[in-house]
């Protein structure tokens, strides 16, 4: 089939490899010239596992291509992917700027029963304003709404192997263009209408933050009556009503999702009539989450010229992304109260007023406190006596329960996690 991926982010990027790889004809237009120029050369403009070799067999197989016009990129699409950003208004809704601007654009070029395909996370009611928008411009295209659940750092797996694919539409003759679409991924698929579709997306984001949000406070609860909150989650996680996903404690949830998500469902909720005080709640806790990281930071040690080493950047691990990334808040906090922090991060990009460092136990050389705000792997196999020796006060905040306590305290060192 004939496809066309309007926008060379992330979800553009993962959703026109990942077409091509099934098969289809992917062009991706891209405006950005240096994105594009990357791309063109075979080259993933950021870090996730397995998307270089998925996106170089497209090419290789002469299935994508890549186009600084996107009118030239629809050019004769039976399937338009809208995969631009919808960022965050001063009140949490949706900017749907991008979209209204490009579908203004590219309205006049869609073939007779195109079917454009909003993949990017939009307010509920989207389907039925762009329809009427294109309407407007002449174009004899059926819009319809099939959310994108990416998570980063297994976004390859889970695009080639979802739990499900999501199609809103009320017309049949699109439903079925894009059954036809996924049909070799074999994936359950929930066919129903535009505005149930876009919420779908909210809605679990939402409560994957809630769980990420009820772990931390329950962390924060057995802090304060001496309960160990890895075994009490170990016991909740057995009961197959309640499952082990997304109830790890850390610094509070990060990234481009979850953060812009929870605040954009909060908006809808307003405008609807509907106070959603349980996910204002959600955001307030998670806010103060890093608060109380840094609160242990500074337990330990006065802050003012202070050494904060810093294992992780990156909002989470698997990925380069430092957006709404919980470390990254925690160390412009640290920075701001006057500490000097020292960081290393197996992918994540430059922070400013961080000093950048090559490995672990360069973090940990001379600082007065060790911070742990990533939970990348290789983290847990790093030599702690080495670390000890490294530090000028052997102090490690774990954010993110990677150490065994025991151990850290067997070697003289001090030892704080979350709810431990």
Known sequence: MQIAVIGAGYVGVVTGAGLAYLGHTVRLGERDP???ATLSAGRVPFFEAGLDRLLAEGIDNNLISFHADNKEAVEGARVVFIAL???????????ISYIEGALEDLGPRLEPQTVVVLKSTVPVGSVARFQAFLDELGAEATVISNPEFLREGSAVGDFLHPDRVVIGTRNQDAAEVM???????????????????????????AYLATRITFANAIANLCESVGADVKDVLLGMGYDRRVGFHFLNPGPGYGGSCFPKDTRALVAIADQAGYDFSLLRGVIEVNELQRQRVIEKVRAAVVLEGATVGLW??????????????????????????GATVQAFDPEAAHVDGVIRVDDPIQAAKDADVLLIATEWPEFQSVDLRAIRDAMASPHIIDARNMLDPDAVRHL?????????
């Open 85 to 95: 950003p919808t960022p965050p208004d001063e009140d949490g809704s949706a900017d």
């Open 34 to 36: 240096a994105k594009l």
């Open 312 to 337: 992780g950047l990156a909002f989470k691990a698997g990925t380069d992304d430092i957006r709404e990334s919980p470390a990254v808040f925690l160390a412009e906090e640290l920075i701001a109260a």
């Open 412 to 420: 003289g060192m001090e030892y704080e996690g979350i709810g431990r």
């Open 179 to 205: 059954l036809e679409l996924y049909q070799a991924l074999q994936a359950p698929v929930v066919v129903t209408d535009p505005a149930s579709s876009e919420m779908i997306k909210y809605a679990s984001n």
